[in-house]
């Protein structure tokens, strides 16, 4: 079971928006930044955004990232098949002194 | 900016296996690298990081006590010393660049470890 909880699968129509969610606690996402990563299999795992909301240079400005409190959310607009696949959120758990992903969202552009 | 595992392979439980990670591209000693699995069918999980300056290192509690990560600056490369491998140790292994705050900004290609009898 992962200390950060997200929702097991999303779906939704090519040019539709999609939200995922990420919960943890005070001392995961409540006092650290958020990070977010889309990963297809047999590939690297790709950084979509850190430090909660931004993104890396190459990142299209279709993929956003919030944070309220111990939540966060990693949104995504205007749909395309090349989307599909799964998404991590992923902090540092300060009482932990761990790295922590969430289980993971399968995304799925219908 | 790459990252290039090696030393992944077929290991009985119980066995060791030492895997490496070459940097190049950015100033490999300032920063934190970390080590991230991935099991059959299963989602990523942090495994284990060293610190870029003071080599300072953290674990998963699952594999504390077997596993040791070092890193050597000069050779511009960080290692995972698996030592009395259990069969749900098998996983894509990644190496990557970070946390920096919290962020893992690059990441390897990933090696294979099956711990099988």
């Known amino acids: 079971q992962s200390v950060l909880t997200q929702p097991p699968s999303v779906s939704a129509a090519p040019g539709q928006k999609v939200t995922i969610s990420c919960s943890g606690s005070s001392s995961s996402v409540g006092n650290n930044y958020v990070s977010w990563y889309h990963h297809l299999p047999g590939t690297a795992p790709r950084l979509l955004i850190y430090d909660n909301n931004k993104r890396p240079s190459g990142i299209p400005d279709r993929f956003s990232g919030s944070k309220s409190g111990t939540s966060a959310t990693l949104g995504i607009t205007g749909l395309q098949t090349g989307d599909e696949g799964d998404y991590y959120c992923?902090?540092?758990?300060?009482?932990?002194?761990?790295?922590?992903f969430g289980g993971g969202t399968k995304l799925t552009v219908l | 900016v790459q990252l290039l595992e090696s030393g992944g392979g077929l290991v009985q439980p119980g066995g060791s296996l030492r895997l490496s990670c070459a940097a190049s591209?950015?100033?490999?000693?300032?920063?934190?690298m970390s080590w991230v699995r991935q099991a059959p069918g299963k989602g990523l999980e942090w495994v284990s990081v060293v610190s870029g300056n003071t080599g300072n290192t953290y674990y998963v509690a699952s594999v504390k006590g077997r596993f040791t990560i070092s890193r050597d600056n000069s050779k511009n490369t960080v290692y995972l010393q698996l030592s009395s491998l259990r069969v749900d140790d098998t996983a894509v292994y990644y190496c990557?660049?970070?946390?920096?705050?919290?962020?893992?900004?690059?990441w390897g290609q990933g090696t294979m470890v099956t711990v099988s009898s």
């Open positions: 591209g950015f100033t490999f000693s300032n920063y934190a």
């Open positions: 990557v660049k970070g946390p920096e705050r919290g962020a893992f900004d690059i």
């Open positions: 992923a902090t540092w758990d300060t009482s932990l002194t761990v790295g922590v």
